[in-house]
């Protein structure tokens, strides 16, 4: 048995990609994309009808440039949500715009139209899940989104605070990027960090934890994955995404893997119950430079990755 069947009888195992062949050979539960996965997806032979189909899409729409654009690339990431969900059998992840990411209404709006896009398409909404950024306005469009029916994947999540607002919200899922924590501490370390202490999964499991402690029914996603041994120490998480190298990786190594999160231990934690309204939420994520810095950087990023496809998006409408 390979880690990979392995982790899937503990953990639902998530492909964190944009191509559809990896996710035949790797046969994951459910799926995630975003902008730079699309772009990367979208520029290969195999995928020309579905960029063919958005195209067309877009011109019916009518408008200016930009109006037509914005349409491609709705479009698009609907068609590949689509195609995705020929494959795997669970929920695909479909992101909303990173430059919405303090804008709660705009996010709101730009996630029902995603998700009417989807629904004319003949796709349930149980099965997307709309990726959100977690600020706090995030948050507060995902708390108004799933009271209407839509359910949210919070990205971009490093602060114990994001996780427990995101709870008190009633989020569906929320993805803490285990990665880009280990990346900050590594950098401030000037070097590698023992698996026993790394602060991603650290991070991972406490809010596990306190989430199984305390009854909430919003799900943990690991994410952003930098090695095997990230992901084997939190087998037993609701969720892991992971890459195709990482998915590769396992598939290639032997051996049964053991759950370290489990709710019996989280019932067992030391973990306290607490309470944010927005100024508690802020002052809390705020002590943690960490998570601002990142939480910050990871929008920025977002939004560059996003602009990449809107100016190839640009240039295929008018193409």
């Not at 995603?114 to 977690?134: C, D, F, N, Q, W």
């Not at 899922?173 to 280990?182: D, E, M």
């Not at 053991?258 to 944010?276: M, V």
């Amino acid at each position: 048995m390979s880690q990979l069947d392995s982790l899937k009888k503990v953990t639902t195992v998530v492909a964190d990609s944009g191509d559809l062949e990896a996710m035949r050979q790797f046969r994951p539960q459910d799926a995630t994309t975003n902008p730079s996965l699309l772009l990367k997806a979208a520029q290969q032979p195999q995928y020309r009808p579905l960029v063919e189909a958005a195209l067309a899409d877009a011109e019916r729409a009518g408008g200016g440039e930009a109006k037509r654009t914005e349409a491609f690339m709705d479009r698009l990431a609907v068609n590949f949500g689509m195609e995705i969900l020929k494959i795997v059998p669970g929920r695909v992840s479909t992101e909303v715009d990173a430059r919405l990411s303090f804008d709660r209404d705009a996010t709101i709006a730009k996630a029902r139209e995603l998700i009417g896009l989807y629904e004319k398409a003949g796709i349930s909404r149980e099965r997307i899940l709309i990726k959100v950024g977690t600020t706090w306005e995030g948050i507060r469009a995902a708390a108004e989104l799933e009271r209407g029916g839509i359910h949210c994947n919070m990205t971009l999540l490093f602060s114990f605070a994001q996780a427990v607002a995101c709870a008190e919200a009633g989020v569906t899922l929320i993805s803490p990027f285990v990665g880009r924590i280990y990346d900050y501490y590594k950098k401030e370390r000037g070097g590698d960090i023992p698996a026993a202490e790394d602060p991603g999964v650290k991070s991972v499991l406490r809010i596990y934890n306190y989430y199984k402690k305390f009854g909430y029914k919003t799900q943990v996603m690991g994410a952003s994955f930098r090695k095997v041994e990230q992901i084997v120490d939190l087998a037993g998480c609701d969720l892991l995404t992971i890459s195709p190298d990482l998915l590769e990786a396992l598939t290639k190594a032997p051996g049964e893997i053991t759950p370290k999160l489990t709710i019996e231990n989280a019932r067992a934690s030391s973990e306290e119950k607490i309470s944010l309204d927005e100024k508690t939420y802020r002052w809390m994520h705020n002590q943690d430079p960490m998570a601002v810095e990142k939480l910050s950087d990871g929008i920025r990023r977002f939004y560059e990755d996003g602009r990449k496809l809107e100016q190839w998006a640009a240039t295929a409408v008018t193409a």
